[in-house]
Every structure is written in C-alpha cells, then in structure tokens.
C-alpha cells in the first residue's frame, strides 16, 4: 500500500470511527433514562432493550469476522454504520418498546458488523505504522467527547428523540466516508487459519481482553450511578465528570505509543493495569465529584496506554485473517463488557457496594496484570512494536537562506496555525452573539447569579445553548492543540 492510499483510507477509517464511536456512547448513556421516562419502560424492560443488543452484537461478531475476511472491508463497515442509523432512526420514531426492540436488534447487527469490519481494515495499515490502534484509539475518544459536549444541552431543547435523529445523521455521513474509493482491501488467503483454530490461538490474550474490558465497564457504570444517586448530580454534571477522561482518551494515545516502542508491550501493559488498579481502589476513598473526575482521567491514561496495544497484538497474530481476529477480539470486549456492567450493578445496589465494587475491579486489574506477560508471550507476537519504514529517499532540497531557514524554524506549526484561525472565528462569531444578546461568555460572566443547571444542562435560548457548545469545543481544541504542540517540543 502506497503512503498516499495508506494516508487516506487512515483518515476515513478514523472519520467513520468518530463519527459513528460519539452518538454510540450517547446512546447509551441517554438509552436507560429515554426509555423509562419516555417510553414508560419497565426497569426490566430497560434491562431486557440493553441485553437484547448486547446479545445480538455478541452472536453477530464471529460472522462479522468472516465476512470481513472475505468482502471488502469498507463496503462491509459502511453496511453497518447505516444499520447503526437506522437503529438511531427506530428510537427515535419508536412509539412503545415494541419498535425500540427491532431497532436494538439493528444496533446490534450493525455494531458488529461496523467494528469488526473497521478494525480489520485498520489493521492493513499495522506493518506501515505499529501506532495505528492508537490513533484510531485517539479518533473514537474525540468522536465522544464531541458528541457528548453537543448532546447534553441539545437534548434539553430538541429532546431524545432529536438526539438519535442527530445519531441517525452521523451514522449516515460514516457510511459515505467509508464507501469512497481507497485502495484495495487485503483479504484472507486459502491457507488461513479457521475461526476456531485463531481462537485457540488468541486464547491467552482473550482472558486479559475480558478482563480489561470488564473492569473498564463495570467502573464507568460504577461512577455514573454514584455521581447520579451518591452525589445526587445531574446529567450534565455527570457528563462533565466523564468528559475530562474522554478528552484523554482523544489526545494521550499516539503519545503513549511511543511509549510503547521504547519500553515494549508487556511493560506497558503491566504498568497500565496495576495504574489503572490503583486508581480503581482509590475511587472507593474519593470524597467528592472532583476527587471522582480526577481518578476517572488517570484511569483513562491507562486504559488509554493498554487498549490499543491489546488491539495491535490481535491483529499482529491474525495475520491474514484480519476479520477473523478482530471478530474474536471485539467478542471478547463485549463479554468482559456485559459482564462487568452486570455485576457493578448488582455490587452497587448492596450496601456498601461502591466500596466493594471498586476493590473488585482493582483485583482484577491486579490479576490482568500478572497475566500480561505470559498472554503476550504465549501468542508469539514482538516485545516492541516494529518500526515503521524508512521513506522513499528523495532528492536534496535546494539550499534554504540563512533567514528564511531560521524564520521557517520558528514556526509553531500547521496546528498553531489552525488554532489562530479558530481563535479568530470564535471571538468574532461571540462577538456577533453577544450583540444579539446570546453571547454565553457574556452573559455567565457579567449576568446571574444562574442555578447550576444554567451552566451545565440548558441556558435558555438555542442560540444561547449554542454558544456555550462552542465554548466548551473551543477550550478542549485550545488545550489539545497546545498540549500536543508542548510534548512536541519536549520531545526535540
């Protein structure tokens, strides 16, 4: 694969990604509220509509697999994000459970088919940059903080159900960036493994897989029921809780890789999860939701420095059968998942199960720990990532003046730039809200005194609500573009 093809199917993989990552994580964080308030859902009905898809993502993913192995790629993710959308669309017009149902079973299908399909495409692209996984790491974590920034205020004034239209859209736009042309894909040869024989053979990495998986959910779902019944927060404040983390998760990850490639993977992955323990145990001693959103960020580097190592050694033994093992991996993501997400809630419903639960977590993060090295080995993969090829030598530039070389030198940089810009359409864009009297900045700083959830959930006027999404996008983009610009120079 050429550097121009590679380059761009690397673009529309992670576009797709953050695009269909985002309105998938607001799903189901909106899903359980939605259908109980909305739908007047049972709390079994609720259990029963997020089993259904879970179990049906679970069933779908091995065929995933194969199918991935033997059509293309792209065609194959972008089938499933529109059946994503379409399962968006089935909320949104679900008048009772009844619909709600047939839609999880399309975000079921769809999701397998999406990821699967996507990852394996992703992992093409391994032997040319062995910091592939942590870039498309990177791009999810950016699809949801976006999402979720956008997604809170919104569904104050045009409701759940516009939310998932807005899901539904995203979905759609993820299908056509998938289906442009990019080359073609690499598909399994006759002498490839059968499905049963990879698993065996991924078999000592699948335990730390589900492990890693289910500790990660079951202390997502631990935070958001305390923040929501231990601290009495509301939904935005929760989500500003999370939203640190995630912001993490979109900019540590490519870093973290080359990490990686100067310590190698087993003691990364051994340092992340007895970080990540650590952090675990000490969620059960935070006192306060500040204390939480701490804890949650450091955990995110860890999971953020684990997870795509884990994702770049299942498809560096798949081989060939990059379908095949993605579709093995991401089953055994969603096991570790369910399993985690069912019994957080059934430690949290008991007593002091906040405290337990935590405990349980850190334990077996502990124990993915001492496995990491005998699961790594025992599936015959490298210590360090392989480095990526040298270039195509190219001829010697022509001389560059003294001057010119010195000013080009102290240059911040294409993403400076790009920041400028940004700063510049925001203070003017602001500037015209608040003439028209919806500047938010304006009216939080000299307006009030406003209740909390003026800050957080909904600020009145659309126009308004607009502004303070704008906000919050241009001090995450202000923060990522100068951290990364920072560990750029430090690392000169």
Avoid at 279 to 302: D, Q, R, T, Y
Avoid at 332 to 350: D, K, N, P
Avoid at 387 to 412: L, V, W, Y
Wanted: contains cysteine; aromatic residues 8%; charged residues 15%.
């Amino acid at each position: 694969m050429n550097v121009e093809t590679g380059s761009r199917r690397r673009q529309q993989n992670e576009l797709a990604a953050a695009l269909t990552r985002g309105p998938a994580e607001v799903l189901d964080f909106f899903l359980p509220l939605w259908a109980g308030s909305q739908l007047g859902a049972s709390a079994a009905e609720v259990g029963a509509l997020t089993a259904l898809e879970t179990l049906v993502s679970f069933l779908v993913r091995p065929l995933a697999g194969v199918l991935a192995d033997r059509v293309d790629r792209g065609r194959l993710a972008a089938v499933g994000a529109v059946l994503y959308g379409l399962s968006f669309a089935g909320y949104a017009l679900a008048p009772g459970v009844g619909l709600a149902y047939a839609a999880a079973v399309l975000g079921g299908t769809g999701g397998a088919l999406f990821w699967v399909a996507l990852r394996a495409r992703v992992g093409e692209g391994l032997a040319d940059d062995s910091g592939i996984f942590s870039k498309l790491f990177a791009a999810e974590g950016a699809g949801t903080w976006i999402a979720f920034v956008a997604a809170i205020p919104l569904a104050a004034s045009i409701g759940y159900r516009g939310v998932f239209w807005l899901g539904a859209a995203a979905c759609a736009v993820a299908a056509v960036t998938l289906l442009a042309p990019a080359g073609q894909t690499l598909r399994a040869d006759d002498g490839a493994p059968r499905l049963r024989d990879l698993g065996r053979r991924l078999r000592p990495v699948l335990a730390l897989v589900v492990l890693t998986a289910l500790a990660e959910a079951g202390v997502a779902l631990l935070l958001l029921l305390h923040l929501q019944r231990g601290h009495d927060l509301e939904l935005g404040e929760i989500a500003a809780v999370f939203l640190p983390g995630f912001i993490v998760y979109s900019t540590l990850p490519d870093f973290l890789h080359g990490i990686v490639r100067r310590i190698g993977r087993i003691r990364v992955l051994v340092i992340a999860l007895v970080c990540s323990a650590g952090f675990a145990a000490g969620l059960s001693l935070a006192p306060n939701p500040w204390m939480i959103a701490a804890m949650w960020v450091l955990s995110a580097v860890a999971f953020a420095a684990a997870i795509p190592v884990q994702q770049s050694i299942v498809a560096e033994a798949a081989g060939v059968s990059l379908g095949r093992g993605m579709g093995i991996y991401e089953s055994a993501m969603l096991l570790g998942a369910t399993i985690g997400t069912f019994a957080a809630g059934l430690l949290y419903a008991a007593g002091d199960g906040w405290q337990i639960a935590c405990l349980g977590a850190a334990a077996l993060l502990l124990l993915g720990a001492v496995l990491a090295p005998a699961a790594v080995r025992g599936i015959g993969v490298a210590e360090y990532p392989e480095p990526e090829p040298a270039p195509a030598p190219e001829p010697e530039p022509e001389p560059t003046p003294a001057p010119e070389r010195a000013e080009r030198e102290r240059s911040p940089g294409n993403g400076i730039r790009n920041w400028t810009l940004h700063l510049v359409l925001f203070v003017a864009g602001q500037a015209v809200l608040a003439v028209l009297g919806f500047g938010w900045p304006v009216e939080a700083i000299f307006g009030g005194p406003h209740e909390a959830g003026w800050f957080w959930n909904s600020s009145g006027h659309w126009l308004l609500n607009a502004s303070r999404i704008w906000c919050v996008i241009f001090v995450i983009d202000t923060m990522w573009t100068w951290g990364a610009h920072l560990l750029r120079a430090r690392s000169r």
